[in-house]
């Protein structure tokens, strides 16, 4: 059974640090391009940021020169690395992975941004 499970969320201060990280089991998810999706209340899911199976990164405009998207692939594990947080970014963090037709989610992580 394939699972990805979220870790690292948590409030923290607005310019503070967090580090989420998504395990995935199951399968073998070095051909998988793996990712962070993002929903705030009442607002759609959007896009933070993603990597392929080959290291290239793509990043939503807001988050470009503040969050890096790293993988390891020995261990099944996608991580995403957010610096200078701003309240903006409180949401629902997600980790994705796709490859062609399949797209698998997990369960989310509250990133909370607050003095």
């Known amino acids: 059974q394939v699972k990805l499970v979220e870790s690292g969320g948590g409030l923290v201060q607005p310019g503070g640090s967090l580090r989420l990280s998504c395990a995935a089991s199951?399968?073998?998810?070095?051909?998988?391009?793996m990712g962070w999706y993002r929903q705030a209340p009442g607002k759609q899911r959007e896009l933070v940021a993603m990597i392929s199976s080959g290291g290239s990164t793509n990043y939503a405009d807001f988050v470009k020169g503040r969050f890096t998207i790293s993988r390891d692939n020995a261990e099944n594990t996608v991580y995403l690395q957010m610096n200078s947080l701003k309240p903006e970014d409180t949401a629902v963090y997600y980790c994705?992975?796709?490859?062609?037709?399949?797209?698998?989610w997990g369960q989310g992580t509250q990133v909370t941004v607050s003095s």
């Open positions: 994705n992975v796709r490859r062609g037709s399949l797209s698998l």
């Open positions: 199951g399968s073998t998810f070095s051909l998988y391009a």
